[in-house]
């Protein structure tokens, strides 16, 4: 299946599993604003199907960079990051994953990234959903202080809602694999 037939085919499980339209009432976002359109990447992201296709359709993204690891704020990143990481490691250019804290510990090392990654390696933040970019900042934000190299953004859908525009402030490298737009056509195809 190529690149493009494997977008198609994760659109499709998103819609099933983790699209939710709603006008009455509409639902509210972390960021606080009513929207009639919700994505829960969670239930494709841990689904193996969805998850093999994110790996090796991040992986295509990857391939010819010379990024060493992949992660971002957990929990929507996580699974994301750990199926490039399999898929990275099978098609023989392995891409580590990490995970970003939420919050620092106040205890043990106090960092606030887990993982086998060291200052100066080029890293990818990744992230599920991107609406107005806040999480993927923070994200972008903790890396930094722990000495990565951000070279790039990847989310699997943009909102497009401004996050792309505030996280290009940070930057100047974000890919998505899915707009809003783009499931919102199939919804209605549907």
Same mark, same amino acid.
């Given at each position: 299946?190529?690149?493009?037939?494997?977008?198609?085919?994760?659109?499709?499980?998103?819609?099933?599993?983790?699209?939710?339209?709603?006008?009455?009432?509409?639902?509210?976002?972390?960021?606080?604003?009513?929207?009639?359109?919700?994505?829960?990447?969670?239930?494709?992201?841990?689904?193996?199907?969805?998850?093999?296709?994110?790996?090796?359709? !991040?992986?295509?993204?990857?391939?010819?960079?010379?990024?060493? @690891?992949?992660?971002?704020?957990?929990?929507?990143?996580?699974?994301? @990051?750990?199926?490039?990481?399999?898929?990275?490691?099978?098609?023989?250019?392995? !891409?580590?994953?990490?995970?970003?804290?939420k919050d620092v510990k106040d205890h043990g090392t106090k960092s @606030?990234?887990?993982?086998?990654?060291?200052?100066?390696?080029?890293?990818?933040?990744?992230?599920?959903?991107?609406?107005?970019?806040?999480?993927?900042?923070?994200? !972008?934000?903790? @890396?930094?202080?722990?000495?990565?190299?951000?070279e790039m953004v990847i989310t699997l859908i943009d909102r497009e809602?401004?996050?792309?525009?505030?996280?290009?402030?940070?930057?100047?490298?974000?890919?998505? !694999?899915?707009?809003?737009?783009?499931?919102?056509?199939?919804?209605?195809?549907?």
């Amino acid at each position: 299946m190529n690149i493009d037939k494997m977008k198609k085919k994760l659109g499709e499980i998103i819609l099933e599993k983790s699209f939710k339209y709603s006008e009455n009432p509409p639902f509210t976002l972390a960021s606080g604003k009513q929207s009639y359109y919700y994505f829960n990447c969670k239930p494709t992201t841990l689904d193996p199907e969805g998850m093999n296709l994110i790996g090796t359709i !991040i992986f295509d993204m990857l391939k010819d960079t010379d990024i060493t @690891a992949a992660g971002g704020l957990t929990l929507g990143a996580d699974p994301i @990051a750990n199926a490039l990481a399999v898929i990275s490691y099978q098609k023989g250019k392995p !891409i580590k994953s990490f995970i970003v804290r939420k919050d620092v510990k106040d205890h043990g090392t106090k960092s @606030a990234i887990e993982g086998n990654v060291s200052s100066g390696e080029k890293v990818v933040i990744i992230d599920d959903v991107i609406t107005t970019g806040g999480s993927t900042i923070i994200a !972008i934000e903790q @890396a930094r202080k722990a000495g990565l190299k951000v070279e790039m953004v990847i989310t699997l859908i943009d909102r497009e809602e401004g996050g792309k525009e505030n996280i290009l402030k940070y930057v100047n490298n974000i890919k998505s !694999i899915l707009t809003r737009t783009e499931i919102v056509k199939l919804h209605k195809k549907n």
